[in-house]
């Protein structure tokens, strides 16, 4: 048993933000119609990792997607501000979304970056999605915004089950062979210093959500290097 000293060396300095898809999209099954949704193997990931990452990193939630009515791409939602041992709130919400609308990821990152209290001060936005931007932001513009302004805060970017718009259901998710696109949406973390990371199983987006939100993790930028 470690002492509360020790302990305390070992959390993470920096405030994280999780930025989840909610849209219609983490609904979807696989080609064959017997899959299990997205988001239903996103929340089994998200079960295994947070409870391991969530004592060493105060961590919050942004959704995006789900709420209802006709501005769908308006629904940017602030779960829960960085807190000390969130697993059990993070996981409440994640448990209660219903997936829908667009995907306003742009938004939904420069947001988890006020939250965090950017640019004065250091932080760790984690984004998981499984597509493009769908609400007319432009990421990358704001990936080069972000560098330039918040040279402390890194955005880590979780693909998940991407697929391009050349991807047909003949070769769906139960073809192990079909090569998986990045995510459009891979210029955040390229501007700033994180992680692009594809996962196609719970296991890859359990590893995943270790990579990039447990401590300490050093990322790699080029030749940069940061400690978060």
Request: proline fraction near 7%; aromatic fraction near 4%.
């Amino acid at each position: 048993t470690q002492s509360g000293t020790a302990q305390t060396e070992q959390r993470c300095n920096a405030d994280a933000m999780l930025v989840f898809d909610g849209s219609g999209s983490m609904a979807e099954m696989g080609h064959n119609g017997i899959d299990t949704p997205r988001i239903n193997d996103a929340r089994a990931a998200l079960h295994a990792a947070l409870p391991q990452i969530t004592p060493q990193r105060d961590v919050g939630l942004i959704t995006y997607g789900p709420g209802g009515g006709d501005e769908t791409c308006s629904h940017v939602a602030l779960r829960l501000v960085p807190a000390p041992d969130a697993a059990s709130e993070i996981l409440a919400e994640i448990d209660g979304i219903e997936p829908d609308g667009n995907t306003a990821l742009t938004q939904a990152v420069g947001y988890a970056a006020q939250v965090l209290g950017a640019p004065e001060r250091p932080g760790v936005v984690v984004l998981v999605t499984d597509g493009k931007e769908t609400c007319g932001g432009a990421p990358c513009q704001l990936a080069a915004e972000l560098a330039q302004t918040a040279p402390s805060l890194v955005v880590h970017v979780i693909g998940f089950k991407v697929r391009g718009e050349f991807f047909g259901w003949e070769g769906g998710d139960g073809n192990p062979d079909f090569e998986v696109p990045a995510s459009p949406s891979r210029c955040l973390a390229d501007s700033t210093g994180g992680l692009y990371v594809s996962t196609e199983t719970i296991d890859d987006l359990v590893q995943a959500l270790k990579q990039t939100l447990g401590c300490p993790l050093f990322s790699d930028a080029g030749k940069q290097r940061r400690r978060v």
